[in-house]
Structures are given as C-alpha cells and as structure tokens.
C-alpha cells in the first residue's frame, strides 16, 4: 500500500558507499513535500536521520546524507559501518484526493558485507 | 530530554477495541509547535501513520482507517490516546507513538499488540 518505493534491500563492504532511493510521484516527494529518512535498528523504535531532504538532527554522524530531486529521494552512507546494518525508511507527505496522509517507503534493508 | 511511552493490553480479541495511551515526559503535550501521532509495524513490515492530533484536539487520520480510528488527548496528564475498533488479525503490530513537527521525532519503544482470540 506504500505510495514511496525503496528497494529491499542493498549491500556493501564495510567503507564502502552506499545509495537508498525513495521513488514517489506528483502528489507527494514530486508536489515539493520534505522527504525525512529514518533508522530502525533491530527490535528498536525507528530514529530520525535525516530530515528536510538533507538535513542531519545532532549526533547524526555526517556519512549519512540525503537529497531530493523531482519525485524521488536517496540516502547515501559513506563509509559503511558495521553499526550501520539496520532497516531504512523515507517518509513524507502525500495529498491525493482522500485527504492528508504521512506516507513511509517499504523500507530498506542494508546488510554490512 | 522528551521521552514518549505507550501503554495498553498487549491482546485483543477480534471485532473488539484496541487502546493504548500514550505518555510524553520532560516536556509539555500543549507546545504549539507539535502535533503528537500513532504509527504502526505489523511483524516483519513497513511502517504506516495511523493519525495525529493537536493538543487543540484537532485531528488529522489516516484515510484507509479513518472509520475505525479516535485519537483524543488530555493536557491534564500530558498523554494522548488511540482508539482501532472493529479490529481484525491485519491490525496486529507494533504501535509507536511519536512527536510530530515535520518528522516524526521522537519515538516511543513501541508496544506490540496481538488480535486474537
């Protein structure tokens, strides 16, 4: 049901870089809606990591970093890191004709080679 | 440091009504600022928004479960809560509760729910 599409899953080797993206269409990432990325590491509650497209909250390491263009988003990691192995998920606004609605991606799963 | 805590029954019985309640601390729920929502994760799936308010009491929710879904708050106890009626098995899942202002931020742990009977 997900309206933002993100790949299952991608992979890669400790330093490494690596590239999630967040497909969404004109009614929302493409309608100019801030695209916010989150982290959930296993068993725990989802945490902000990026918000307003590209911006870091405090304590955020800065080999995270998004952006946005058109109606799409991606979330880059720099120097993969072991800790970095975690589900990933985008989210923003959606305004369709059935009303307001905070819509998330499917979600990424980056596993740490 | 704001800190948010659901609480509830961890089992439902189908057809029933789900609540759970939750408790913000070290700040206050009237801050113009913020609206408060429920977010939900069913075992092994992606997230999805339920609904938020304003400590106004205005609401904003999820059209897919708009007809089953209250969420109300009390400034008094600095808590907001969520009612799911007519739940089924596809409403199992964890339920965040989290402060809104564009992000979600900060979350809850979570707590699981289970329907059945």
């Known amino acids: 049901q997900s309206v933002l599409t993100q790949p299952p899953s991608v992979s890669g080797a400790p330093g490494q870089r690596v590239t999630i993206s967040c497909t969404g269409s004109s009614s929302n990432i493409g309608a100019g809606y801030d695209v916010h990325w989150y982290q959930q590491l296993p068993g725990t509650a989802p945490k902000l990591l990026i918000y307003?497209?590209?911006n870091r909250p405090s304590g955020v390491p800065d080999r995270f970093s998004g952006s946005k263009s058109g109606t799409s988003a991606s979330l880059a990691i720099t120097g993969l890191q072991a800790e970095d192995e975690a589900d990933y998920y985008c989210?923003?606004?959606?305004?369709?004709?059935?009303?307001?609605?905070?819509?998330f991606g499917t979600g990424t799963k980056v596993t740490v080679l | 440091q704001l800190q948010l805590q659901e609480s509830g029954p961890g089992l439902v019985k189908p057809s029933e009504t789900l609540s759970l309640t939750c408790t913000v601390s070290?700040?206050?729920?009237?801050?113009?600022?913020?609206?408060w929502g429920w977010i939900r994760q069913p075992p092994g799936k992606g997230l999805e928004w339920i609904g938020s308010?304003?400590?106004?009491?205005?609401?904003y929710y999820n059209p897919s479960l708009k007809s089953r879904v209250t969420i109300s708050v009390d400034t008094s106890k600095n808590q907001f809560s969520l009612k799911l009626s007519s739940v089924t098995a596809a409403d199992t899942a964890v339920y965040y509760c989290?402060?809104?202002?564009?992000?979600?931020?900060?979350w809850g742990q979570g707590t699981l729910v289970t329907v059945s009977s």
């Open positions: 989210q923003s606004y959606d305004s369709s004709l059935s009303g307001h609605n905070y819509v």
């Open positions: 307003g497209n590209s």
């Open positions: 308010i304003y400590y106004s009491g205005s609401t």
């Open positions: 070290g700040g206050s729920i009237s801050s113009s600022s913020y609206y």
């Open positions: 989290a402060r809104r202002q564009a992000p979600f931020d900060p």
